[in-house]
C-alpha cells in the first residue's frame, strides 16, 4: 500500500483544511486509515481513524467535534476535514494504513500501521 499526504498549509485560528491521503497498490481499498500528528518535540500521536467500511471512527478528544474523516471509494482517498483550527494543531500531519481495515482498542498504537505516507505540513497562527 502506498499514502501520499497533501493540503497542508498555513492558516489562522478558527480556519480550516482539509488533508487528503491518496492510497494506492493491494489491499489499499480494504485499509483503514488514521491519521496521525508530531509537533516538535513531540511524539506522533493518533488524530484520527476511519475504518474500510467508513462506519467506524475515531477521534482524540482534543478534535472532537472539529475534525472529520472520510472516504471517497472512486477516488481511493481518504480526507481530514479540519474546522475550527487552533494553534496547538499545528504539526506535521501523517496518514498511515492498517490492512486489518476495522477499528479496534489499539487505533492509537502506531505499531498497527504497517504503511505510512509522508507528512504534509500544517500551521495554524494566531
Known amino acids: 500500500v502506498q499514502l501520499q499526504a497533501s493540503g497542508g498549509g498555513s492558516v489562522q485560528v478558527g480556519g480550516y483544511l482539509r488533508l487528503s491521503c491518496a492510497l494506492s497498490g493491494p489491499s489499499s481499498r480494504s485499509s483503514g486509515v488514521g491519521w496521525f500528528r508530531q509537533a516538535p518535540g513531540k511524539e506522533r500521536a493518533i488524530v484520527a481513524f476511519?475504518?474500510?467500511?467508513?462506519?467506524?471512527?475515531y477521534y482524540t478528544d482534543s478534535v472532537k467535534g472539529r475534525f472529520t474523516v472520510s472516504r471517497d471509494y472512486a477516488r481511493n482517498t481518504v480526507y481530514l476535514q479540519m474546522n475550527s483550527l487552533k494553534p496547538e494543531d499545528t504539526a506535521v500531519y501523517y496518514c498511515?494504513?492498517?490492512?486489518?481495515?476495522?477499528?479496534?482498542?489499539?487505533?492509537?498504537?502506531?505499531?498497527?500501521?504497517?504503511?505510512w505516507g509522508q507528512g504534509t505540513q500544517v500551521t495554524v497562527s494566531s
Open positions: 498511515a494504513a492498517d490492512l486489518r481495515g476495522v477499528l479496534t482498542e489499539r487505533v492509537a498504537d502506531l505499531g498497527r500501521y504497517g504503511y
Open positions: 476511519g475504518s474500510w467500511t467508513g462506519q467506524n471512527t
